[in-house]
């Protein structure tokens, strides 16, 4: 079996640094399958990552490196870490990237990757992609020893995943990102969301949970359960995140 | 040989839609070859998709799967559709999405995909591509019988073709679509355009068939028999969307 | 090994077209692995695609083709060219897109790509990437003699590298274009910027020569030297391109 590496980057795709790093692992694993799960991550935002990681991850193959590179920190000190959970490995900055696919896949394993020989040489002080990540990818995919790629870690950078509370104005969660088609995902799940209740953002009603986007009329909005197993807000054949004018870390209540 | 999927979504980018369907597809079908199409089609458009189709099945080799998924229908009770042509076979929503293909190659078997056994437990009802396309395309790549899919059916959702007919102002056709680089693709054929005739968006002249755009000075119109056979509005070294004002379904007149 | 392709063009993600090209090397070398360089490349933008390459090249495995499609002169007579240096192969247009990339990997031997064998028929006159590029690279990847494209040429269209030079406000360079980022890739190298020296774009000041981006305070400007080699301008968890509102060709200078 070929194996598999999926890479997440804020790279975008109008430069050449996704296909470079596809390069250097072409090179020095041929056989890895790679499999592209996002480059268009919003510039710098770790959490934004986070919630592509938590909703992807479970979807892959046993055994899929996850090659995840979003970096405001490159060049400076802060650590480039592996790690493994029961299925799938992972090659992350250490600034929370993996924060909240940790909630469905617990790491068992957290090492640094500070050995220089899965390194190219010199290493830039602006592309680790190219430098580090990709080399130390393709090192693993064929079968280097992990402990090889340096010492075990006790404690990393965390990023604190926004669990709903309650409050005075009722259950309040809030969005924790918007997609293509101006769907808010929110850190709610079905279950918060008891018979009869609706949710609001504001002021503003959004309706009751419904069963899919074509219970309501079109241009009328939709909360549905989305595909990462959270409460969605939508606005049937239309955008919430335009019509509602609502974006990441805005609350949302249920009541 | 390993087998093809080539994929054309209106997923975009920026999320992680299209690498999750990818990820399915390598866990159960490691062997495939899977080919990005293209996921920028406009949300929701049906016919900019149908477009994208028509132009591309012919270039891809004799068993490759198409997975379409331009499906503003998803979680109602639109159908999933498997189909074969002579050459290739297909995976689409039952709204028309492969109406114009068909122009080109024939549908020989039209199923509805309803068995359990090719979906992902549960599936949601905002991300088919995920939970019935690619499972479904996995198991199809793999080598399951068609008719394991779920049964014949005698009709399907079509989207009507504008077939260009005489008007008091001549041949009228229209725009079907624009291009990354503002070139208008018209429904019209080389054999549409007279010696002699020159084509007409309003009342503005666009100028005689030429063989390329080399043939008009930068920055100046011209007519071109386009990459799918359709005439082409373009303007050399520029746009003619822009220039023009134009987009698609707007008329063009020979005469 | 499998055959490595890398592609680069400025068709973008919008259309099927890269999908189509890829279709087409499928059908005739199923087993080559074809790579993604860069499809962003601004539209007919043949100096944005020459620092692509001259920055890509040199981390691809040996053997790789590199199939490039930035084509304002598709349909005249231009001609397409097929070359090799001393690791890779390159199929490009004559019009300097090779030019940069010839300055790290001289080219040992140049042909006009005019045999009919090796492209579809009929050649339309708009989308040579499908009809010449990707037939012409399938059939060297599948292992046809180079001598088999056409005959060897002597002269072929070049694009100046704009080479710093001394000027009376010092060492004079030049943007060569910007990343997704905002940072500037200038013509500079390190040893073009003694100790003690500054960089200026115009008579605004950027700084000194930096380690890394984390050198300075965000929001602060940065020089690094970059993933390429050269001198870059940024701004630390900001975007230089906008805050300098520079572009390519801006001059820069040293002093």
């Given amino acids: 079996v070929r194996p598999v590496a999926a890479l997440l980057t804020d790279f975008g795709h ?6 470079v790093m596809k390069g250097v692992l072409a090179g020095r694993c041929p056989e890895a399958q790679v499999i592209d799960l996002c480059h268009e991550v919003p ?3 770790v959490r934004a990552g986070a919630l592509h990681l938590l909703a992807a991850v479970p979807y892959f193959p046993d055994g899929t490196l996850f090659v995840c590179v ?3 920190g490159v ?3 802060r650590r480039v870490l592996w790690a493994r959970g029961e299925r799938h490995a992972f090659l992350f900055p250490d600034n929370g990237l993996l924060s909240w696919a940790e909630r469905v896949e617990p790491l068992r ?3 640094k990757v500070s050995s220089k020989r899965v390194m190219l040489r010199p290493v830039s002080s602006t592309f680790h992609g190219r430098d580090i990540f990709a080399p130390a990818a393709a090192a693993l995919l064929r079968g280097l020893d992990p402990a090889l790629l340096g010492p075990r870690i006790a404690s990393r950078v965390r990023l604190r995943f926004p669990v709903p ?13 918007l997609d293509r088609f101006g769907n ?3 850190n709610l799940r079905r279950g918060d969301v008891p018979r009869g209740a609706a949710l609001f953002v504001g002021d503003r009603p959004v309706g009751p949970l419904r069963r899919a986007y074509a219970s309501v009329r079109p241009g009328r909005p939709a909360v549905v359960v ?3 197993g959270f409460i969605e807000l939508s606005v049937r054949d239309g955008s919430f995140a335009e019509r509602f004018n609502a974006g990441a870390g805005e609350a949302v209540h249920v009541r």
Same sequence: chains 1, 2, 3.
Avoid: C, M, N, Y
């Fill in 109 to 111: 394993e957290v090492r």
């Fill in 75 to 77: 060049g400076s000190r």
């Fill in 184 to 186: 808010a995902v929110t």
């Fill in 165 to 177: 509370r309650g409050s005075k104005r009722g259950l309040r969660g809030e969005i924790l990102g």
């Fill in 226 to 228: 989305g595909s990462a």
């Fill in 43 to 45: 510039r710098q935002d």
């Fill in 70 to 72: 979003v970096d405001p």
């Fill in 14 to 19: 109008q430069d050449p640094f996704v296909g």
